[in-house]
């Protein structure tokens, strides 16, 4: 036949056919044909399947067909009018070639079916669907307006409006899961907003009943249309026959931060309040969403409404420089996704308490308690009466000695505690309580070292001078500094935050403590200066005592003020 | 070839149809080597000959349960044997291979031709050749298939859409030399890549111990033909 003439070239490929080549055929196109699905064809020759218009309006005796509106894997989806009705609707064909196909008839009504069971004002309905000589259609909700993806391309996105809509999409994953209807395929295309700002998610063209029997291969392995890489959640790639809800809430999510960002959460990606001016607790339920273990995701759509909701909540301001600064939410624990503040019921019944949290804290409680009444008894002791000898230091040695077993164990559980919670990303309830036994000792040790060179200090300025005193103030001010800074940043690291940048902070702190240690000083000297001058003794004394009990009074006092 | 196991007439049978589907790729192999037609001919007949009375190769596994493999490494041993037991007058004829051979010392570089020098890896060209061998049959039962549905037409006019990418022809001029609608001659097309697509698959499934692995096989295969 004139038609089956060689062909010196592939049409394909463009490389020559070689001489052997069987039936004349570029023999490594043909069987790269054979090695892809060949469903992976629908996309490219789409455009040319288009039933035409005069076909569908002669199909379609009772609609008015208007125009073209949209196209995917799954079909034609037109614009039409029921003139009886006075209402448009949207007429969604199967091509006809795949019509022919049963996987993909079976798809389709499977679709018409899911769908015509949902009943919601966030989710677009179906009025009808069926067959009729050449097509498979389903008449749907005309939903006048635009997809997300086309209002992103816009430009009008702001985060404000970003925290309006996911709320919404939740409302109707909520709704569909309770329903035992899963979407599968969430993504900008598929969220549609229309003309008076109402969303509604479209397509549950790929929903499988939640607990239907062993899955059909021949429906999931079609490749081409089942799920949107970027928006697919790992196990939708790993396990794909064990899909459940928090699939759609991981797509929800990839959504979300590309509404906030207007890029793809891909790789190591980076945090939305790094992108756009929103806070950290922003980031936090973004990340919550997009966890890769959906033990870690927000359990229910309906749970992730509630937090997504209370971002916009009056004080909490989503936004940088919002009434609250992310910074003070960041430094209060229960804000870590720890469940110490404000999760919803249902996350309290699922995560457990960390043991090493509550044994560390325990331990440290029991250990510290003694510590600090020792110490303030022997600050009063050695204020007020003058048994300071042999048995009261023998006493604190022992007590000491005997508390730095649970000490150190405290400690450490502790530790383990708070690493075990960083691990489970806030989903471990103690986050409170491991920061306690972690940090206790060591903070106690800090501040008692700066106190006791304060105290120091005080001898220091009467002993050989205050230039001695001046010398040893930075040091005794960074020590606090670095007890302040080791606080912060445990705390921190135990809930997974990346550092917010307030260095400048330290720096305030730490010029504060040495313009305090200065006035002490200079109050150490007045106070010297007034023992000289009995008439102006009294009265500064008082005074003193009243300013900082514990802390300074006794050395001040036994050093300088002679007991009667 | 599964079937081909064993000591069973079965298997002797499935062998025997195994070694006449990829008698072409040996043949091939060995007037690369630079024996002319005859040579060729009567050296693959003992090759197969020699297999065939063996009785399978579950023997021993040099392939991993691959056919091709194992079909080229029994290829090779039987043509260093050949040399080795100077047989290569009597059997493989005088070429100008044979002339060089004799005149060198007995190894194996002096039967090595010019072609080897063009491309220096023989497994190369017996897995090219191979591939173009699975092909050929895929194609020739689809032939076939279409001939008993009496539909030769048809084949000889859609299979240049196999490539993915039709001729100079659009479909609606293949719908007017087969007078039939376009929609129609769409459905045959796609109907004829998944036939070929199946039938590639089964081909290369038959020559492989462990079905799973046809998707591997067919990866090198295409490689094979870059």
Partial sequence: MSNTARLDSCPKCGASIPAGAPQGLCPRCILIGAATATDTGIAATATSEIPSRDRIAAAFPQLEILELIGRGGMGFVFKARQPRLDRFVALKLLPDKLARDPRFAERFNREGRVLAKLNHPNIVSVFDFGSTEHFYFLIMEYVDGVNLRQAMQAGRFSPAEALVI??????????????????????????????????????FGIAKLVGEETPDISLTA??????????????????????????????????????????????????????????????????????????????????????????SEPGVSPFKGGSISPRVVEATPGAHGAPASNPPAAHHAVAPWSQKAIW????????????????????????????????????????????????????????????????????MRGYPLALFAALGWMEMILFTLALGI???????????????????????????????????????????????????????????????????????????????????????????????????VPQAEADTVPRP | MLRARGETPEARVALGELCEAYYQPVLRFLRREGRDEDAARELAQEFFARILSRGGFDEADPGRGRFRSYLLGALKHFLSDQRKHGHRLKRGGGGAADSLDDAGADDDAGALPIAELVSPEPECFFDHEWALAVIARALALLEREFKEASRPEQFDVLKPWLMGEGPAMSQADAARVLKMSEGAVKVLIHRLRKRFRNAVRSEISQTLRDPSLVDEELRHLIAALS
């Fill in chain 1, 222 to 311: 079609t490749g081409a249309a089942l799920g949107t890489p970027h928006y697919m959640a790992p196990e939708q790639f790993e396990k794909p026959f064990d899909v459940d809800h928090r699939a759609d809430i991981y797509s929800l999510g990839v959504v979300f931060y590309e509404m906030l960002t207007g890029e793809l959460p891909i790789g190591r990606f980076a945090a939305p309040s790094s992108k756009t001016p929103v806070g950290a607790n922003v980031d936090e339920v973004v990340f919550r969403t997009l966890e890769k273990d959906r033990e870690r995701r927000y359990q229910s759509a309906g749970e992730m409404k509630t937090q997504v909701e209370h971002l």
């Fill in chain 1, 454 to 552: 304060a105290v120091m200090m005080a001898y220091v300025a009467v002993g050989p001078g205050p230039m001695g005193a001046l010398l040893m103030l930075p040091v005794c001010a960074g020590a606090i500094t670095f007890a302040v800074w080791a606080g912060f940043a445990a705390a921190r690291w135990g809930a997974n935050k990346p550092a917010p940048g307030t260095r400048g902070k330290l720096r305030w702190i730490f010029c504060g403590l040495l313009v305090c240690g200065f006035g002490y000083i200079t109050l150490v000297l007045t106070l010297r200066h007034a023992q000289r001058n009995p008439e102006a003794a009294d009265p500064v004394q008082a005074d003193e005592a009243t300013v900082a009990p514990p802390r300074t």
């Fill in chain 1, 360 to 427: 560390g804290a325990v331990l440290v409680g029991i250990s510290l308690c003694p510590v600090i009444a020792l110490l303030v008894f022997v600050f009063f002791v050695r204020a007020f009466g003058n048994i300071g000898g042999g048995p009261w230091g023998l006493i604190v040695l022992v007590v000491l000695a005997a508390l730095t077993l649970p000490a150190i164990a405290g400690t450490v559980l502790g530790w383990m505690g708070l690493s075990d919670i960083r691990a489970h990303a806030g989903q």
């Fill in chain 1, 166 to 203: 996911v709320p919404k999409i939740c409302e109707a994953l909520q709704y569909a899961h309770g329903q035992g209807v899963l979407h599968r395929d969430i993504k900008p295309e598929n969220i549609l907003l229309d003309s008076r700002g109402h969303v509604k998610i479209a397509d």
